[in-house]
């Protein structure tokens, strides 16, 4: 019965990437309802080559078989928008894709697929890691954990295992994010993971597209394509169209800005969009934020403050209009009154119903010569528990599920429901594409827990101030110690 129910869902998923886009992201029909008529997204009328390929690829996980025996995927359902797991088809691109995914491993591999949600939005799935392996029961397989909330406790307390030296997990292979090795492993041990099985949400900025063409401004499409969109450009623009509108001389709601932005957590990631990182290592293998010290770290935080609090060009959100799950929202941007909002992906869904016609580009750079253009990945951690049934199992599994949805879900989240139905035109979904190339991941957002240092952006500029240097000569000490003590509990473990 289940293969024929595959070959059912293999037959609608393939109907829907061929034909998904026939009314587009506006052409009138329920695809993006509130969009302007004319908007549309990417029009494509057959499976692009990448899903083709995608399609035919050879995993290279061999055939295995695990006589039906339960693998347990520990997660809480609330931090990300997007399923992990599909109970049934529903008709929506995303959970059909899930459900495939999750049918064929089942099927491929005689395994069944079982999730245990925590519920919550912090340590809930390291608490019930950390139960599991003190009581040596062995109750989960493989976890999606918070970002960094829970995990150096697990890791510093010998409660994860290396993926290094898990079998079958191959982080060579595109489905995986290879150059999570480079900032994340500790002494060559790696701890966590992340994969196509984990859903992205990468910070961005969203323009008024009207708002560009009603003040002849430059193209932001161009400037991204044309290297030159920059920090100072965004600084530019926004003090363009910045304007008292009823003329009380008071800049609050009822006015235009160039910028607008929460400063909070999404705030941190303007480091790296600067091509920053906040840690670095020392002879010793310790991890230090000497790089806020540094002279174009100062600069960055002097051009952030004057984007903010000089001239009036800045909105910056207050708590009460922002998502905390999601990060920055503010309806000036829907009414209008905004020509940059800088926030993430997750925030499109609520973007549907808007009519206001955007657009949507990466954080800028520092400079036009700064190659590439970054943000941090900031979502789940895949991490396999010390007292998982059988190691090989873990690496099998989570090798499928990453090349399954490297496979299905992928194309179903990006190529179907951001082309077709969250974006309004073809240029941001370049757009897209070109920022899921650049994140890059943080060592202190990581093992940071949340510490002050790796807020340091956002504390500092609450505080209306640009000194980094009396903030890193008030704070690093203790949380360089910190640092230390964790680290050396797991060279301890060796």
């Known amino acids: 019965m289940k293969k024929i129910i595959l070959v059912m869902v293999m037959l609608a998923a393939a109907v829907f990437v061929v034909s998904c886009s026939g009314g587009g992201a506006g052409g009138g029909t329920d695809a993006n309802p509130g969009a302007p008529p004319e908007t549309g997204g990417i029009q494509d009328t057959e499976p692009t080559d990448e899903f083709r390929a995608r399609q035919n690829i050879d995993d290279g996980i061999g055939e295995h078989d695990f006589g039906g025996t339960k693998f347990t995927v520990v997660l809480s359902t609330k931090q990300m928008q997007e399923p992990y797991f599909a109970a049934e088809q529903t008709g ?200 806020l010290l540094s002279e174009k770290t100062r600069a960055v935080f002097e051009k952030y403050y004057e984007l903010l609090y000089t001239g009036n060009k800045t909105y910056i959100v207050p708590e009460k209009e922002a998502i905390p799950t999601i990060g920055t929202y503010t309806p000036l941007f829907e009414n209008g009154q905004v020509l940059f909002l800088q926030s993430n992906t997750e925030l499109l869904k609520r973007f549907l119903a808007i009519t206001i016609d955007f657009g949507m580009i990466p954080l800028p750079k520092f400079d036009q010569n700064q190659k590439d253009y970054r943000s941090m990945a900031d979502t789940q951690m895949m991490v396999a528990p010390a007292d998982a049934k059988d190691a090989g199992t873990c690496g099998v599994i989570s090798e499928a599920l990453s090349f399954y949805s490297y496979k299905y879900v992928v194309p179903a989240v990006y190529d179907v429901m951001y082309a077709n139905r969250y974006l309004r035109d073809e240029e941001s979904y370049e757009m897209f594409n070109l920022i899921m190339k650049g994140l890059v991941y943080e060592f202190s957002w990581t093992f940071g827990e949340g510490n002050g240092m790796t807020y340091a952006l956002p504390n500092i500029m609450n505080q209306k101030s640009k000194d980094i240097v009396s903030f890193y000569e008030k704070n690093a000490a203790n949380v360089e110690q910190a640092m230390v003590k964790f680290i050396d509990k797991v060279l301890d473990l060796e």
């Not at 010998?158 to 290879?178: C, F, Q, T, V």
């Not at 323009?207 to 002849?216: G, L, R, T, Y």
């Open 92 to 291: 929506s691109p995303i959970d059909d894709a899930v459900y495939r995914r999750n049918l064929e491993i089942e099927e491929r591999f005689n395994v069944v697929l079982a999730l245990h949600d925590t519920g919550g939005d912090w340590d809930e799935v390291a608490s019930a890691i950390r139960k599991s392996v003190m009581a040596g029961s062995g109750d989960y397989d493989l976890g999606l954990a918070h970002t960094f909330t829970g995990l150096t406790g697990l890791i510093g307390s010998g409660y994860l295992r290396d993926w290094n030296g898990i079998p079958n997990a191959d982080m060579s292979k595109p489905w995986w994010n290879s150059n999570i090795k480079d900032t994340l492993s500790i002494n060559n041990r790696l701890f966590v993971a992340s994969s196509d099985y984990i859903y992205q949400r990468p910070a961005v900025i969203y323009f008024n597209k009207s708002m560009v063409q009603d003040f002849a401004l430059e193209n932001p499409y161009e400037l991204v394509k044309g290297g030159s969109w920059t920090w100072d450009k965004l600084a530019e623009i926004s003090a363009e169209v910045a304007a008292d509108l009823n003329g009380d001389g008071i800049y609050d709601s009822s006015d235009r800005y160039g910028y607008a932005h929460w400063l909070n957590w999404q705030t941190v990631t303007i480091v790296h969009s600067n091509g920053l990182f906040l840690t670095e290592k020392d002879g010793d293998g310790y991890p230090r934020y000497t790089p």
